[in-house]
């Protein structure tokens, strides 16, 4: 039986990918495969999002290169949102590089492994794997893509390109996985979609669905990521309001505090707007933690643009945030542009934004000390013995010391004796 090994990188969309492309690969008689240096097939399933990403991609796979020396039959490969926007180029640039297979493709692999180097990246409208079952890691959380590709071409984002358009896995299939993925012992499930909450089946939207998943018999916790604030419709705001599994956790990536950035990244929506949304949200979901995605150093962000982010980051106090430097990307609209931001004021904004956050998150869970709160035990956390990991309700990581037979999986109530800007210490 030949044998695959597969790294993942970036975001859990691909995470669910990997798991997808295993189950696919596993069912056509391929081995799972725990080190490289074993494997028939190596397969690297990549992020296009930041170059840096792509970099990282490029360095990997030479030194992955030495592994064909003593194994020539060994095929390497991409696969993902990179081989999607470098496909001929790395092919022509990188000798063992055997194949490259975009985020459509990963139906057609098994029949295309084994033979002649090939590139398939084609994009696929309807592809939604729906009928492939994914071979998911034994964890208490369990991913499922709900829908696949984004329709919004943000003006920095090279995702529209290497993912597609935008198209929902039907609500019927989901609705299976989730009972699926329940029945095999997963008690929260995360719904996966570029711009998730855009998804619609029919009549169903995402509210919609959330409700339905929500009568799953045995589903402890049910989470998204990530949805955009324009798509944030009072069906999803009441599904979140109202049932019992969904958490009261939201990451909303607002990306810049300034309505003019803004409207040059064509997200559609102002500072106005997003605070409305977060008035509302926090309304109806009390105690609601948010957490956010922030741009530093688009094209034409200026001085006062950077402080109204800042300002919007003290306004709205995020639990927490991605923060990162604008990264030219091929295709997209940004990248004609004056990149007017010199690489180190980039990073003094992005400098400026983390500390912030920092603080502010530390602030927050030092406000925690002394409550009570509910985690879902994940399992040993990495401080060492004795010592269990778990997230809360609000999506924070909460570690303490074992005390009795507890297990990966149960809910338990602890106590926050301390906190720091990213872990609560408990009891
Ligand atoms: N440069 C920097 N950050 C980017 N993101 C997307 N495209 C870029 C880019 N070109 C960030 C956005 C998005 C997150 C997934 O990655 O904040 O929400
Ligand atoms: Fe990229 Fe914007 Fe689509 Fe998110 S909504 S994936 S940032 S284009």
Not at 70 to 96: E, F, K, N, S, Y
Not at 343 to 356: F, G, M, P, T, Y
Request: proline share 4%.
């Amino acid at each position: 039986m030949p044998s695959v090994y597969i790294e993942t990188y970036g975001c859990q969309m691909n995470l669910a990918d990997t798991e997808l492309m295993r189950g696919h690969l596993a069912r056509s008689g391929y081995a799972a495969a725990d080190d490289p240096a074993a494997a028939d097939v190596i397969l690297l399933n990549t992020c296009a999002i930041r170059e840096h990403a792509e970099e990282r991609i490029v360095g990997r796979l030479g030194a992955l290169a030495r592994f064909k020396l003593r194994r020539p039959h060994v095929q390497i490969g991409i696969a993902g949102c990179m081989a999607q926007h470098v496909r001929d180029q790395l092919l022509a640039r990188t000798p063992h590089l055997d194949f490259v297979v975009g985020p459509d493709a990963y139906r057609r692999l098994p029949a295309l492994l084994g033979g002649d180097p090939f590139v398939d990246v084609r994009l696929d409208r309807d592809e939604t794997y729906a009928d492939l079952v994914p071979e998911r890691g034994a964890g208490v959380r369990a991913w499922i893509t709900i829908m696949r590709g984004c329709d919004k071409f943000c003006t920095f984002c090279i995702v529209p390109y290497v993912r597609g358009r935008e198209r929902s896995v039907p609500s019927d299939a989901v609705l299976r996985q989730v009972r699926e993925v329940v029945t095999q012992g997963h008690r929260e499930v995360v719904f996966l979609g570029q711009t998730v909450n855009a998804y619609r089946d029919g009549a169903t939207d995402f509210g919609d669905l959330l409700r339905a998943a929500d009568r799953t018999q045995g589903l402890a916790r049910t989470r998204f990521t990530s949805p955009h604030p324009s798509d944030m419709s009072d069906s999803a705001i009441d599904a979140m309001a109202t049932c019992r599994t969904v958490c009261p956790q939201l990451h909303l990536p607002v990306q810049s505090g300034s309505t003019a950035v803004l409207e040059q990244m064509e997200r559609g929506y102002s500072v106005d707007d997003y605070l409305r949304l977060i008035e509302r949200l926090r309304a109806a979901i009390p105690g609601l933690a948010l957490t956010t995605d922030i741009i530093v150093g688009f094209p034409g962000e200026s001085e006062r643009d950077f402080e109204a982010t800042l300002a919007l980051m003290r306004e709205v106090r995020f639990d927490g945030a991605f923060t990162f430097a604008y990264s030219r990307r091929d295709h997209t609209k940004a990248a004609k542009w004056d990149q007017t931001v010199s690489a180190e004021e980039k990073a003094r904004r992005l400098q400026a934004v983390i500390a912030l956050q920092e603080s502010i998150a530390a602030e927050i869970n030092a406000g925690l000390v002394g409550r009570e709160v509910e985690v879902l035990v994940e399992g040993p956390a990495r401080r060492g013995d004795g010592w269990l990991a778990g997230k809360t309700l609000h999506f924070k990581t909460a570690v303490f010391p074992t005390g009795g037979a507890i297990a990966m999986g149960d809910l338990v109530r602890v106590r926050v004796t301390d906190s720091t800007a990213h872990t609560l210490i408990a009891q």
